[in-house]
């Protein structure tokens, strides 16, 4: 393996991983939803209000173009569910086939 070879797979490890933790986030943000609808947690608890607010803030640009197209079905937004599955099959099937390329390209 050559210095750049190694260098495009720790470029893709890093990427894989930022969208592995996007979607801990977006779980985490969907699960406290729920918590906090169904009146188990407030925010009137300062770490959970600071807590949904950042989850909020880092998963809200990502879902709010899929929100425009996606209408909630029976009061449940199923936007997590969509961005969740792009996820996916951007670390399954995306990912792979460009670090594969990258690696064709590098020599």
């Not at 407030?42 to 996606?70: C, E, H, K, W």
Request: zero cysteines; aromatic letters at 12%.
């Amino acid at each position: 393996m050559t210095p750049v070879q190694g260098l495009i797979g720790f470029l893709f490890f890093v990427l894989n991983s930022a969208l592995s933790l996007l979607l801990i986030a977006i779980i985490a943000n969907a699960i406290l939803s729920w918590l906090l609808a169904f009146d188990v947690i407030n925010y009137r608890n300062r770490f959970v209000y600071q807590l949904a607010t950042g989850l909020d803030r880092l998963t809200s640009p990502l879902m709010a173009p899929f929100r425009r197209f996606i209408p909630p079905l029976g009061g449940i937004d199923i936007t997590p569910i969509i961005v969740i599955i792009i996820i996916r099959g951007i670390q399954g099937f995306i990912l792979p086939s460009l670090a594969a390329m990258s690696y064709g390209l590098a020599g």
